[in-house]
């Protein structure tokens, strides 16, 4: 037996002990290790080895594995925090990275959808402006009536608003506090912003 094949052996196996130590993370490395080491078993030479792989597509398994795990574990986080838009970007690679049944395809795939993925450029549009929402209802709340401060804060409302509302069909309050990803960006209290929402209300409906 060639040293080479043993050393085939020998990485896949530290590799699968490396991913067992976090098994919760690497599902599909785990399983693509476990997979090459039956094969090697199997095979039992390094040329029967190299023909199995050219058969089985040169390892896009492997690359897939690695994909499939970042974009699993991301998706996880991303739904912990609510954050449902970024969640649904990732499962849609999911299905990418699924559907790849070579190398070129699982990275060509990959990258036409970021070029034409909006679902976390608008998710995160909207969360930044979140803030300077809030922060324009709350010094209206205090602005004299025709003073420059409300003048400056009356446009930043508007303009901030209208950012937000690009971003996320469902614009509203009600949504501004429903949300998690917004809400989480508010500093405020449901007490204070119930004394907040109706200054909100009369610019809205004012225009």
Known sequence: MSDTFEMQKRYFTSQLKQFRTRPALNRARISDCEYYIEMLEDTG?????????????????????????RYSNRAFIYEQLGQERKVEADRRRLDLIDAASTHIELAQS????????????????AIMAVGSI????????TDPPGSGART???ANLKAYWK??????PEASWERLLSYRPYRDRIIFTDEQLA????????VRNNG
């Open 45 to 69: 030479t390094l040329e029967e080895f190299m023909a199995r792989i050219r058969e089985t597509g040169n390892m896009v398994s492997t690359a897939k594995a690695e994909s499939s795990d």
């Open 110 to 125: 990959l990258e036409d959808f970021e070029q034409d993925n909006r679902l976390e450029f608008l998710e995160n549009q």
């Open 134 to 141: 809030i922060r324009a209802v709350f010094h209206l709340a």
């Open 152 to 154: 400056r804060n009356l």
């Open 163 to 168: 950012l937000f509302a690009e971003a996320d």
């Open 195 to 202: 004394l907040l929402e109706p200054v909100f209300r009369e």
